[in-house]
């Protein structure tokens, strides 16, 4: 009788490196979006370069302590609690995945106890200055972009990710309307704009699309804009301020000259909230 050689299947083991590529495409199949997909590339990192001085290399021999002592190990150089529980999220992401796959025996991650800091919104006097119409026939061409998209964040309180995938196609200022392909939701929005910021696009309009296609985006890089300081207003627009700090700049406001502001727009409201994230 003939012998049946049958080809045992073996489960190697996965060392950390293999481990995070899996995670990433696994992700990318899940159709994760590409910030959620960077987050995970500059956070995860942390953990994967203790783990390498711990001189643990393979997925099997990361234990509950080793996420103890890479709390430690971050408490010792200074973080913020929020910083680290940043770090723990991701990580905790990529561990719970391998355990999913059962690369590694189920243990608990917890984020560790952190106060809540509200961050302060601009002041209505930090907003006249921003708003203020530059001397469209002195200014550069920086200030006058700036200037249009601060009108624009002021009214709008969209998210920096959404500003920057905003195509020259989307803004239809005739009717009005600027289409917004990319929100947090994934959801097409069609977000109407007054007459007041029309006019103000128009005056921006050689600056922000004059001569790139529809298909281009209208601002390329908010990084350096936030940056950006306009001689006008002599103040600085910090980065991590720009969108929610508008939004909720926005909201101040408007409750503040209508008591009824907040029960006609809880939508609204409750989008916007200390711990959103831009």
């Not at 995070?20 to 979006?33: T, V």
């Amino acid at each position: 009788m003939a012998v049946i050689n049958r080809k045992k299947k073996v489960k190697l083991e996965k060392t950390v490196e293999e481990l995070f590529k899996d995670f990433q495409m696994d992700n990318r199949i899940k159709n994760l979006s590409e910030m959620t997909i960077r987050f995970y590339d500059q956070n995860v990192i942390h953990f994967m370069r203790f783990l390498d001085d711990e001189g643990i290399h393979l997925v099997k021999l990361i234990e509950k302590d080793d996420i103890d002592e890479f709390i430690l190990f971050l408490k010792q150089k200074d973080l913020k609690a929020t910083t680290i529980n940043t770090y723990l999220r991701a990580t905790r992401a990529l561990l719970y995945y391998a355990m999913r796959e059962q690369h590694l025996n189920k243990f608990e991650i917890n984020l560790i106890k952190a106060d809540k800091q509200q961050k302060e919104p601009y002041t209505e006097v930090e907003i006249k200055k921003l708003i203020k119409k530059p001397n469209l026939k002195e200014c550069g061409f920086v200030e006058h972009r700036n200037w249009v998209l601060i009108n624009y964040l002021l009214e709008t309180g969209n998210r920096l990710n959404t500003i920057l995938n905003i195509k020259v196609a989307d803004i239809d200022l005739e009717n009005g309307m600027v289409v917004l392909t990319t929100t947090k939701n994934r959801k097409t929005q069609f977000n109407p704009i007054s007459e007041h910021l029309v006019k103000t696009i128009k005056f921006g309009t050689y600056s922000l699309g004059g001569g790139l296609d529809e298909g281009e985006s209208v601002v390329a890089n908010l990084q350096s804009i936030a940056w950006g300081i306009l001689s006008e207003g002599g103040l600085q627009i910090d980065i991590d301020k720009s969108g929610e700090a508008f939004q909720r700049g926005q909201i101040k406001i408007r409750a503040r000259i209508n008591s009824d502001f907040a029960l006609t727009n809880p939508k609204l409201i409750s989008h916007i909230r200390p711990t959103t994230t831009v």
